[in-house]
């Protein structure tokens, strides 16, 4: 029985990852894009933890983790090249102090 659960769950976000990647390709600005991507990214990593539940298995935590600090890494810098027009800053250091 919980095999089947986990089966539908991945199969419902599989159809979401689908929705947003529309959502990427058609979005109407980047901010809706920038967002879908996010959602992606969640999608994936929650996809990887129930078929790591489902086959039993620890081998995928390592992955999980590199999905998380990969979408937050491009969500940030999404979010910074929106608010800024550039994600990494060219000046003088000395400047900061």
Not at 16 to 37: E, F, H, N, Q, T
Not at 80 to 88: A, D, F, K, N, T
Request: aromatic content about 8%.
């Amino acid at each position: 029985m919980i095999h089947f659960i986990l089966m539908i769950s991945i199969t419902i976000m599989a159809l979401a990852i689908g929705v947003c990647a529309w959502r990427l390709v058609k979005g109407p600005s980047l901010p809706d894009r920038v967002a879908a991507l996010d959602t992606i990214g969640i999608n994936l990593l929650a996809m990887v933890a129930v078929l790591s539940v489902f086959l039993e298995t620890q081998a995928f935590i390592e992955i999980i983790l590199l999905i998380g600090i990969l979408s937050f890494i491009g969500t940030t810098a999404f979010a910074r090249y929106i608010e800024r027009g550039v994600v990494l800053e060219h000046g003088n250091d000395q400047d900061c102090r």
